[in-house]
């Protein structure tokens, strides 16, 4: 089948990620727990996703190490140009794995698409791609990344996540038994918007 051939040889290439977490005991490539921390999020949010959703979501950071935000300037402009040429760089990568695998150039500028989201609000699929995003980070990462900066900061961060997701996302995350430090920051900013 297409698709397991396709999830595959992306966990491959995210398989190689050098940078590692730890997750429940057991040490992970940061890039492959995120992937399937990202596919497992799309199939509880919707299970009947179609196939380029599936596709992008696993792929969304295909060797995202290669592209390091440090090299770019430390601004809102060297942030976004990094974000952009992430994205190119991961529907480029994704791109090649599809047209070996077999599938149409139609299947695979969908994917494209999908991955670079384009028309955020507008297309479902990108907006559950985006939606997904948040929810992942919100679970697994907020807490940490909390930790870093400091409240107003956070808040701000949060105001601006929760604007790019749908009613449904909001739902959903209102729904993730983060912790009472994360549920309080997140309070505050929708509080606050």
Known sequence: MLLEKALQLIDEKNSQDPNKETYQSKEYPKELLYSQRMYAQLLDLEPDAS?????????????????????????????????????????????????????????????????????????????????????????YYFESFAQKYDEEKIIDIVKKTWNKMSDKGHEYALKLGLSPTSQDLIGKALHAS
Not at 60 to 73: A, K, L, S, T, V
Not at 75 to 95: E, F, P, Q
Not at 113 to 120: P, S
């Open 51 to 139: 196939e380029a959703l599936k596709i992008a979501i696993r792929a969304q950071h295909i060797r995202r190490w290669e592209i390091p935000r440090q090299d770019y300037p430390a601004n809102k402009v060297g942030y976004i140009t990094w974000r952009n040429d992430l994205k190119k760089r991961h529907a480029s990568i994704t791109a090649e794995i599809l047209t070996q695998v077999g599938y149409t150039p139609e299947f695979i500028e969908r994917v494209s698409f999908l991955i670079n989201k384009k028309a955020l609000k507008n297309d479902p699929g990108t907006q559950t791609l985006e939606d997904v995003a948040c929810l992942v980070f919100l679970q």
